[in-house]
């Protein structure tokens, strides 16, 4: 079944802690993106892959990190958490980043609480 | 800065009632508008996708249409059922920056029995 994978699907951990959130897709999409969802702000991207080791930045990309080693795989990485990255996350794939009218998949999500 | 709206925030309707959500957009330069349907503590599920030189998307129950020089987008659902209670987003491809799409704050529905 194509899917995008995310894990786990709830956190909580302590302020500082650092922690990853783990994506996988199997779909062979070249683009993977990750947005964070909030009451009131809907949907935002944190960041995004083209391919294989080309990242860049979203709209809320601070105190968030991501690598691509493989097309697979897209982890999303908080060095220092803090309270204000409580929030829903969610990883997405596309197929190429030039199938703009193909339709994003997207995981199920990430609850992820930092007290 | 492309900006989408949806309106109303809720939205609750007897069973077998046809309905529309509504949602707008600020910059007509688009590859797509996206409608999406997200069930509690589960991830979004593309439902359609309209292409910015189509009017219009069907799909069973759910048709979607577009107008790119008003900046609205409508996703009427006939004859709704209890199962299709989910938000309903939708989200906007602008051509300077086909990496994102900018969402809405999506259209709670609730179809009551």
């Known amino acids: 079944e194509a899917q995008v994978t995310q894990n786990p699907r709830y956190l909580i951990t302590v302020t500082g802690k650092k922690l990853t959130v783990t994506c996988s897709q199997n779909m062979n999409h070249e683009y993977m993106s990750w947005y964070r969802q909030d009451p009131g702000l809907g949907l935002r991207q944190i960041y995004y892959?083209?391919?294989?080791?080309?990242?860049d930045k979203g709209d809320v990309p601070e105190g968030y990190k991501v690598s691509r080693k493989e097309k697979r795989n897209f982890p999303l990485i908080l060095e220092s958490p803090s309270p204000n990255q409580t929030s829903l996350y969610f990883c997405?794939?596309?197929?190429?980043?030039?199938?703009?009218?193909?339709?994003?998949?997207f995981g199920n999500g990430t609850r992820l609480t930092v007290t | 800065k492309q900006e989408v709206t949806q309106i109303p925030a809720a939205l609750s309707v007897p069973e077998g009632e046809n309905l529309v959500l509504n949602c707008s957009f600020t910059?007509?330069?688009?590859?797509?508008l996206q409608w999406f349907r997200q069930d509690p503590g589960k991830g979004l599920t593309s439902l359609l996708l309209?292409?910015?030189?189509?009017r219009e998307q069907t799909s069973g129950r759910l048709n979607a249409s577009l107008d790119k020089s008003s900046g609205r987008s409508t996703l009427y659902i006939a004859a709704s059922q209890p199962g299709d209670s989910a938000t309903y987003l939708c989200?906007?491809?602008?051509?300077?920056?086909?990496?994102?799409?900018?969402f809405g704050t999506g259209t709670r529905l609730q179809v009551t029995l």
């Open positions: 910059d007509s330069a688009i590859y797509n």
């Open positions: 997405a794939s596309r197929g190429h980043p030039s199938s703009y009218n193909s339709p994003l998949h």
């Open positions: 892959s083209m391919n294989v080791e080309v990242t």
């Open positions: 309209i292409q910015s030189s189509q």
């Open positions: 989200a906007a491809l602008n051509t300077g920056t086909a990496s994102k799409l900018t």
